[in-house]
């Protein structure tokens, strides 16, 4: 879109391999709860639309399987007819995105298994869930989490299992606690430390095998994870991380010239970490498209800033924010560092329906630069993730959160925001 409005005349062709271009999938699990009414509202443009109202060439069911990088030509099969396609281009942008993790298990081709990244994926989950009771969650990480939720609100028996001993594993364990305790208090059942192995059942899945034990289901979602869509990639000579997510420079620019990559399929620059990451976001994918559309035209040099590591999600009645590095990804940096985790509320102490949040902070044992932040609690997180993640983007130290001008209030926040309280405490050590 960045190419269109800077360039109306420039000949854009888009290659998709599915039929529905520019949706949010981190929407679809509020489309199966039916807290969304319908995945046609996560849409934000038609194919359609790209094609009529911006001539952009769009094209659907078109599934690119090669990359001549030498004669610049992208090739791959039509879906539909099963040709063969090759399209010549001048730049090249990879925006493949990251498809589901699914282990090899056996009985994982049974009827009632699904993933879900996609719209059809959405579709398909909610065709399936008439007459089922039981569900079975495989991994507890951020799709796992929120797709239990929607599948209480919806009135199913929820069964997460999940091979490490926490959900969550972005946050620490002692932060994790609480998502524990809120699973516990919305009737999720939480299986920690055992590993899937196979399933069983006629046509149908009947149960989920592990390590440990069999557990009957009606329905299985697989959630432990995504892996950047590259492998067409693997005879090209672009450079790409063990994972497959194609490495590119803060221009957004690969190894092989006239070729970029954006979103998911891409890494993503940590500014603390300082160096190249993978944290696929729809957010950051928003971003890297954005800044690649605008280098791709030759007559800017647009740079990517990078990451914090920011992302907020809901569970039940848990606000859950992380920003900046977690416990363990500082441990493997070697950062001598120190943490204060303190309660606070959300607003006034006095105030009536003030909300507790647990404020989690990591910073620097030297010179106390902030490092990380992790919150959990109800209303609020979100404002203060916010506030640590611009911190942390602006390298600043904990006392420095002391010298903010924040909004006071009593219905929207303490004399001393929860943020600062923390870096009071931590002033006095």
Not at 33 to 42: I, N, T
Request: charged share 25%; glycine share 10%.
């Amino acid at each position: 879109m960045e190419i269109v409005r800077k360039e109306p005349t420039a000949q854009i062709t888009t290659l998709e391999r599915g039929h529905i271009y520019s949706y949010g999938q981190c929407g679809l699990p509020y489309v199966v709860g039916k807290h969304v009414p319908s995945s046609e509202d996560v849409i934000a443009r038609s194919v359609e639309t790209f094609r009529s109202k911006y001539g952009i060439d769009a094209k659907t069911g078109y599934e690119v399987t090669n990359i001549d990088v030498a004669n610049k030509t992208v090739l791959g099969n039509i879906l539909q007819t099963k040709d063969t396609f090759e399209v010549n281009y001048d730049r090249l942008l990879i925006a493949t995105g990251a498809s589901p993790v699914i282990p090899k298990w056996d009985g994982s081709n049974l009827a009632g298994i699904h993933t879900i990244k996609t719209i059809p994926n959405t579709e398909a989950i909610i065709a399936d869930l008439e007459n089922v009771q039981q569900v079975t969650i495989i991994g507890g990480g951020y799709i796992g989490l929120e797709m239990a939720e929607n599948f209480v609100a919806l009135g199913k028996k929820v069964r997460i299992i999940q091979r490490g001993d926490q959900l969550a594993s972005i946050f620490d364990k002692d932060m994790a606690t609480f998502i524990h305790k809120e699973a516990a208090d919305q009737h999720v059942e939480v299986i920690l430390n055992e590993e899937v192995k196979s399933f069983s059942g006629g046509k149908r899945v009947e149960s989920v095998i592990t390590n440990k034990g069999s557990y009957q289901t009606d329905l299985v979602l697989i959630a432990i994870g995504v892996k950047p869509t590259t492998e067409f990639l693997k005879d090209t000579g672009i450079s790409t991380l063990p994972n497959g997510a194609i490495i590119v420079n803060a221009h957004l620019e690969t190894n092989v010239e006239n070729i970029y990559a954006a979103g998911d399929c891409a890494t993503h620059f940590h500014r603390i970490k300082q160096k190249d990451d993978y944290i696929p976001l729809g957010t950051t994918a928003n971003k890297q498209g954005r800044l690649a559309g605008l280098n791709m035209m030759g007559n800017v040099r647009e740079e990517f800033k990078g990451i914090v590591g920011t992302s907020i999600m809901q569970f039940f009645d848990l606000s859950l924010g992380k920003t900046g590095l977690s416990e363990k990804e500082v441990e493997q940096l070697g950062i001598q560092y120190e943490t204060y985790m303190q309660q606070a509320t959300d607003i006034a102490g006095y105030f009536p329906e003030k909300e507790k949040m647990h404020i989690k902070l990591l910073y620097r044992k030297d010179n106390q630069s902030l490092l990380g932040g992790q919150i959990i609690g109800g209303n609020g997180v979100d404002k203060r993730i916010d506030v640590l993640a611009t911190a942390l983007y602006h390298q600043m130290a904990v006392t420095d959160l002391l010298d903010l001008d924040l909004a006071y209030a009593p219905p929207f926040n303490g004399v001393w925001d929860p943020l600062q309280q923390l870096a009071k405490r931590i002033g006095r050590k």
